[in-house]
Each structure stands twice: as C-alpha cells, then as structure tokens.
C-alpha cells in the first residue's frame, strides 16, 4: 500500500480533528494539528507579553520568533500525540478561550506563517501523514493526493465548541463561543496571506446534520480509492 498524504481544511470547529484522528488510527498515518501550532505560538505571544488587554505587539513576536520551538510527542494512552512548546506539554493552555480569541492575529501574521508551513511541509515529506488546518490543500501541500473541506452552521460548531470546553471544566458562555467561531472564521478568511478557502480540487463535507459515523466511513472510501 501507498502511503497518502490527506489535506483537511475547513471553517473552526468543523470536526476536522475528530475526523484526522480516526484516519490515523485507521491508516497508521500520522496526525498533525497544525492549528495547535499557530495556537502555540501566541501562547508564546501572551506569555513573553506580546499581548496587553487584546493587542498584540507583532514586531515584537516577529522578531522573537526564533525562540520558538514547537514538537509534537505522541501520548500512548491518549492516541495521539500533543503539542510542545519549547520543551513543555501546553496541549491544555493553548485550548482556551483567550487563546482562541487571539490566535487569527497572530495566524494573519505572515512570518509566522512561513516558519510553520516550512515545519509542516517538513513533517509531510515522507507521506502517510494527515493534517488539519485553513491552508493545507492550497498552500502547505497543493498536491496532495486527497483534499478535504469540512463545513457546518455555526451554530452546530458553535455548540460543539462550547461543550468541549465545558466538559474540560472551563467557565465560558455559549455567546462567547458563537461570536469567537465566527469571528475566527471571518479573519481566516479575509486575511492577506493563504486566506482560508476550499481548493477547487477538495471535496466538500457539511456536516451538519450528518454523524461523525457516517461521514468518517464517506471518508475512508475515498482514501481506500487512491490507495
Ligand atoms: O484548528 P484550530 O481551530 O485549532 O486553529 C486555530 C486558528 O489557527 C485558526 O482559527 C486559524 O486562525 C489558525 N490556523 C491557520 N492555519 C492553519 C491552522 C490554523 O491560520 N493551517
């Protein structure tokens, strides 16, 4: 068997990363979240105060981007693997509100942008790799072989989004939730510098009235075709 690589893309809270990890697990590929890696680095913004109140010093970060160093590391009883920055496990801090109020800045910002695709194309260069993001079909791997776009009403997403979060103990309101899924959506989309936007070759996915079950198994008919 050929080892693919798989593109997902898609608006925030679509279900991409549900959808990446069971194709892992089901194809022994390897998952990359690349949003946790543009979620990492304004972790790094807000730590090193880059951020007061919500503006966001981006010469400051620009030029401290070298001291950022991202890996993941696979966690064997969670099945797959989390996000480090600079040496330490932040998997939980870059999942919070505050930071999802503030990464599409950072992630507008193209020398971030250029440091992360470079890791990501170098994570991707073997194959046998999915990974989730905005840029993934168009930008960070224009030819893969299988492209995905995930859709779903905002309000599917944004109640998703809200239990996770309320689930992991988190005290947040469900107006919040909604307003930041699509304001994130709006500054992806609008921004300069690979905007998020379906690659005419990817194949559309709302699921919003559609179950994960039902979808996942669309899916690996698609990825058993090109295999
Ligand atoms: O996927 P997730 O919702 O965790 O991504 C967080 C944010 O990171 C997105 O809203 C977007 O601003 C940015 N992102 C990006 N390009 C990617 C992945 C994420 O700009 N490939």
Do not use: C, H, W
């Given at each position: 068997?050929?080892?693919?690589?798989i593109?997902?893309?898609g608006?925030?809270?679509t279900?991409?990363?549900?959808?990446?990890?069971?194709?892992a697990k089901k194809?022994?590929?390897?998952?990359?979240?690349?949003g946790?890696?543009?979620?990492?680095?304004?972790?790094?913004?807000?730590?090193?105060?880059?951020?007061?109140?919500?503006?966001?010093?981006?010469?400051?970060?620009?030029?401290?981007?070298?001291s950022?160093?991202?890996?993941?590391q696979?966690?064997?009883?969670?099945?797959?693997?989390?996000?480090?920055?600079?040496?330490?496990?932040?998997e939980?801090?870059?999942?919070?509100?505050?930071?999802?109020?503030?990464v599409?800045?950072?992630?507008?910002?193209?020398?971030?942008?250029?440091?992360?695709?470079?890791?990501?194309?170098?994570?991707?260069?073997?194959?046998?790799v999915?990974?989730?993001?905005?840029?993934?079909?168009?930008?960070?791997?224009?030819?893969?072989?299988?492209k995905?776009?995930?859709?779903a009403?905002?309000?599917k997403?944004?109640?998703?989004r809200?239990?996770?979060?309320?689930?992991?103990?988190?005290?947040?309101?469900?107006e919040?939730?909604?307003?930041?899924?699509q304001e994130?959506?709006?500054?992806?989309s609008?921004?300069?510098?690979?905007?998020?936007?379906?690659?005419?070759?990817?194949?559309?996915?709302?699921?919003?009235?559609?179950?994960i079950?039902?979808?996942?198994?669309?899916?690996c008919?698609?990825v058993?075709?090109?295999?």
């Open positions: 068997n050929k080892k693919i690589t593109a997902i893309d608006f925030s809270s279900g991409k990363s549900t959808i990446a990890k069971l194709l194809y022994n590929y390897i998952y990359v979240d690349t946790a890696m543009y979620r990492a680095v304004t972790l790094f913004a807000k730590n090193n105060d880059f951020v007061s109140t919500d503006a966001l010093n981006k010469e400051g970060l620009i030029s401290n981007l070298n950022i160093s991202l890996s993941f696979f966690n064997e009883d969670l099945g797959f693997a989390e996000m480090y920055l600079n040496g330490k496990n932040v939980k801090e870059i999942r919070t509100l505050e930071v999802s109020q503030l599409s800045k950072v992630a507008a910002i193209s020398e971030v942008r250029k440091k992360l695709v470079a890791e990501q194309q170098e994570m991707g260069t073997a194959g046998g999915v990974m989730d993001g905005r840029d993934i079909g168009t930008v960070v791997f224009p030819d893969a072989d299988l995905l776009f995930m859709t009403s905002a309000d997403r944004a109640t998703r809200y239990k996770e979060l309320i689930d992991r103990g988190d005290k947040v309101n469900f919040d939730i909604l307003f930041n899924v994130r959506d709006r500054i992806d609008t921004r300069e510098d690979s905007p998020l936007v379906k690659a005419d070759d990817a194949i559309e996915f709302d699921n919003s009235d559609m179950g079950e039902e979808q996942f198994e669309r899916i008919a698609l058993d075709d090109k295999l």
